[in-house]
């Protein structure tokens, strides 16, 4: 763990000096008519250029008047042989008057960019986007707030799901112990269960809507034509696949032909289900996407095997099965545990080098400052790992091997029983740093 925790200073020195600009949120680079526009004859169309392709997305684009009546006869589609460019036309024969242009746009990495721009037709007066005509352009407070929970709880499931790593790779008995069995139960339940209110959540929380609107069908079909609606339904399919599998697997006598290939089973069924995080978060924007959604593949399912083997550890040490061997199981998980938090800190580094617009964003921007403090989270927490296992596992391994003092032993799985609750803890501020993460604009 020392180890570990100067790799993670070194990387945050490399951090600190190697930081680059990296792209954000999708951005209107020009709109036709232009914001300000006063023009002689009514358009027939409105424009605007993007700065990626997201596709055509439904009800994006809307014309209205200055009673706030919707003036564009949609919908919305691409006018040119340009990607990034979508329009919508507008009624013919429209009065001279002022008129706003509302965009709501979902990026790539799921997040919705609002905004208003107006233009005039004659010689009348041009009433801004800050005219009293302009919609909320806002996230839904409640909706924003609700969202982030519900990220969270998503990775406090794929963390639990992570514990299947430690049942295959460090507990045998614990094969077979229910308890062990009900965390990756309720890891499934709670993965399924948020992909569901991920889902009818998306649509208010792109269109600035309150809760009320998650039961608007329309806002449901927006959501499912886009790739983020479809890479939903396929999370629910594979973590519906991994519940099937995950019995097959735990069975105790199992030919190792059939374990084989349930285990290869249950690490595509985990792959897709980590894919579908990568691939709608902040690493989609980066322009060689490749790299940073495998870096973020890499880091998430790292932080899930680790973290979900520490609530895997925990419950093992409340209650081990009989004459289970606790400090094997622990020192098995210890190389497992090294293993993650390198590959947590290399993925870590590249992932905020390739999203961060500029260095100046650690410490002047609320993305920045989340970055800093899920690194000081986890920097605590391998201190904590360091410190107690250490002294932990020696009192272990020396009560069993010499004395064999019952009394010994079980002030030393006291202590490791306190030490790994606290690593459980921590986790979860760590996660909920995550998800906020997920949540903020890379230069905001």
Not at 128 to 149: E, L, P
Not at 163 to 183: E, M, Q
Not at 235 to 241: D, S
Not at 362 to 380: E, N, P, Q, R, S
């Amino acid at each position: 763990m020392k180890r570990a925790l100067a790799l993670l200073a070194v990387l945050l020195g490399w951090l600190v000096l190697g930081a680059t600009p990296a792209s954000a949120h999708v951005e209107v680079l020009s709109s036709t008519p232009g914001d300000g526009a006063r023009l002689s004859a009514a358009p027939s169309l409105v424009s605007v250029t993007l700065s990626e392709n997201i596709g055509i997305q439904p009800g994006s684009i809307k014309v209205v008047d200055l009673e706030g009546h919707q003036v564009d006869s949609g919908p919305v589609f691409q006018p040119g042989d340009v990607a990034e460019q979508v329009g919508v036309r507008v009624k013919p024969g429209l009065p001279d008057g002022s008129y706003l242009v509302e965009y709501a746009f979902v990026s790539a990495d799921s997040h919705p960019v609002r905004g208003t721009f107006a233009f005039v037709v004659g010689s009348g007066p041009l009433v801004t986007s800050a005219g009293a005509v302009s919609a909320a352009t806002g996230t839904d407070a409640v909706v924003d707030a609700v969202s982030t929970a519900v990220r969270w709880l998503a990775y406090v499931g794929v963390v639990l799901l992570g514990g299947l790593a430690f049942l295959v790779l460090c507990r045998p008995a614990g094969r077979t112990d229910r308890r062990a069995r009900r965390l990756l139960r309720w890891g499934v339940g709670l993965v399924a269960a948020t992909t569901v209110a991920t889902f009818v959540l998306q649509g208010p929380y792109a269109a600035g809507r309150n809760l009320e609107a998650v039961f608007d069908t329309g806002l449901l079909a927006d959501t499912l034509r886009v790739a983020y609606g479809k890479l939903l339904l396929l999370r629910l399919a594979a973590v519906a696949a991994f519940a099937l599998l995950v019995p097959r697997l735990l069975r105790a006598e199992l030919p190792d032909r059939l374990r084989s290939r349930y285990e290869n089973l249950a690490m595509v069924t985990g792959f897709l289900v980590l894919l579908t995080f990568s691939a709608t978060g902040h690493p989609v924007t980066d322009p060689i996407m490749f790299v940073s959604v495998t870096a973020d593949l890499v880091h998430f399912g790292a932080i899930a095997v680790w973290t979900g083997g520490l609530a895997q550890l925990a419950l093992c040490l409340h209650r081990p099965a009989d004459g289970e061997d606790l400090p094997a199981v622990a020192t098995r998980f210890s190389r497992l545990a090294a293993g993650c938090v390198t590959a947590i800190a290399l993925s870590g580094a590249v992932l905020a080098l390739r999203i961060m617009p500029s260095l100046e964003t650690l410490w002047t921007t609320k993305f920045g400052l989340l970055v800093l403090l899920k690194i000081a989270g986890l920097a605590v927490l391998l201190a904590v790992a360091s410190r107690s296992r250490r002294a932990v596992r020696r009192g272990l391994a020396g009560s069993s091997s010499a004395s064999g003092d019952t009394a010994v032993v079980t002030a030393d799985v006291r202590k490791l029983r306190l030490a790994v609750g606290a690593e459980v803890l921590l986790s979860a501020v760590v996660l909920a740093l995550a998800a906020l993460l997920t949540v903020t604009p890379p230069g905001g």
